[in-house]
């Protein structure tokens, strides 16, 4: 089979795929709003954008005073979907919307809306497919096609279409995925619009972002570093700034005080529960992931001699998007979703031409240490098969109150992204070992 034959099917499979789980992900709504975010929190604030109060969004809340967190731009085009559904009278729309998403009839409006985000899937894989392209032109059709597939097809991504419903993940994905790929092509200006508008998807996009910072930082590309760092921070500012300006209240409770008072769920933090150093701990878990990621872009470049131009700029932002999961105070499956994709570009990219080890090789001390370097991108399959069954377990079931079971979760999560954490650390320092050798391109950004 041909590789643009091969392409399209998997394409084709995709398709059949993603409209399966976009329809499928309705069934579960069987006494709405139950727990889901999307009947929760975001339409509720699209339909407030609907009614004429678009700065109002942060004015949502649920499950007692929980707020929407959510940033804005996901929330804009789901109104725009809604707004189109009402218009065209797609069946129970105007009834779903009007009871604040408390009927059944909220299923045909929940597929209407994943049908709208179900194109960026696509998106998505076609901007890491570039992306590994881009660093190595001498991938095989296979290994292309292989990336390819684990995004459109890769189970992790469409749990938001199902059992999650987090939809604005795949888009914010694209925004990353975009904005790091026109950095690496020597255009930081479009780079800073990319990311600022991910950060404005969904937050957890800023840890990544920040290791990408680190790594300017770190080896001195002082224009690259001001012009994404001001330029994503002045983006994303002059998108919050309405809605801070028009309801500052609700907009910095929700985006900025609540997070920090927020209760401690399945994560190494339950630990500390119940003890004096709980109220400590609750506060600890951002900064811990600022942290580790800071730490992964300057230490990737001085220890590991990553640069901002190659397939390693990719695995140092793969640590820092595993400290969400990893150090987060309150843990979801979806939240695996973000480093499986940078580490998959990484991966592909990093290992893209290598020979697999020969039998003889393995058995010499190098090639025993060796065997996983092979040219399958065996760390980000082990990734997605392991993530795939903690998501069966890490959900609202897991969080049990502070019993044995909720701590075993949060060492359970902790222990396995720190292991990938570090195999990707690893991966990081033997490829680019071989990129300083010459062995292997290295891009470097323009200045």
Known sequence: MSYRRAVWVVVALALLVGVTATIQGTSGIIAPPGDSDLLSFFFPAAARVIDGQPFAIYAVRAFGDYPNINPPIAIEWMAALMGVAKGVGLPGAAACISSGFSVLDCRALVAFVGFGFLPFVFALGALVLAAVRRLAPNVSPAGAVLAL??????????????????????LMLCFLVGGVYVLQRGRPAWAAVLLGLAILTRTTAAIPVIALLAVLLAERNWRSMWIVGLGTALVAAIGLAPFILADPSNALYSLFTWRSGAAIGNSIWSLVLGTPLSSIAARLDQPAAIALALAAGWFGVRRLGVTSGGAGLWGVMAVGALAVP??????????????????LVFEIA???????????????????ADWWRGPIPLVSILFLATALTLGQFMGNHSVTNGGIVLRLMGVTQVAVMAAFAWGVWRLLGATSRE?????????????
């Open 350 to 368: 990093a290992l893209a031409g290598r020979p697999s080890p020969s039998p003889a090789s393995a058995q010499t001390p190098t090639g025993a």
């Open 435 to 447: 990129d300083a050798v010459g062995k292997r391109p290295v891009l470097e950004i323009a200045s």
């Open 149 to 170: 597939a684990l995004v459109i097809l890769g189970p992790l991504l469409y749990l938001d279409f199902t059992e999650w419903r987090h939809l604005e993940q795949p």
């Open 326 to 343: 990893m150090l987060s105070k309150l843990n979801w499956p979806y939240y695996s979703v973000e480093p499986f994709m940078l580490l």
